[in-house]
């Protein structure tokens, strides 16, 4: 199993709340990205990073926004959570780029905006 | 436009009983082609990554195929059991830069009855 970690698995918060998903790994890979994660849907890229003080934007716009201060934490906050924002999300990462390795996903973390 | 498509969408099957996932890509320039299990909640696991050469990669019960002419991989499961009930996620790579990026399918919703 891979040693990426994410927390909370689950989290149910009123609209307007400011909030932090957790994500590290201890593989010490450079590369990390987080996926957004509807049911039935295909995952989005959201956001990576490809090493300390590296970050851009995915495929996907979000109103989250990341930070990558060490290389095995990549969190991702949402300065004012909305019922929008309700959906499954993964980080991953990766030793090289992602197009050539194989990627490593946490368990992932359900938000529900109330 | 760069896409991935699997069917069925969701298939039912006995313990016991041998399936096929199909997965068809517009992926281009391709780099490589992974199946993953996501079991419901978690995150996904990589089964296998096929590159251009290979056409069959095998991992335990699992055996991807790929032809590479037509753009389509399979996924084959043999002697299926509970603990495959899951989703199996196609996923094609590019190699359009030197970053590459992830295509994702929709997913098989596999369930196994006892």
Redesign the interface.
Known sequence: ??DIY?TP?YLVIGTGKKITLECSQTMGHDKMYWYQQDP??????IHYSYGVNSTEKG?LSSESTVSRIRTEHFPLTLESARPSHTSQY?C?SSEH????S???????T?LTVV | KNQ?EQSPQSLIILEGKNCTLQCNYTVSPF??L?W?KQDT??????LT?MTFSENTKSNGRYTATLDADTKQSSLHITASQLSDSASY?CVV???GS?????Y????T?LTVWP
């Open positions: 199993e891979a994410q698995r039935g849907m295909e995952l989005h890229l495929d993964l991953a780029f992602v197009g050539q194989e990627a490593f996903f946490g368990q992932g359900r | 991935v780099s490589n992974r993953y909640g978690r995150g996904p696991v990589s990554i996620i790579s590019d190699r030197t970053l590459g990026r992830l994702f399918g929709r997913g919703q």
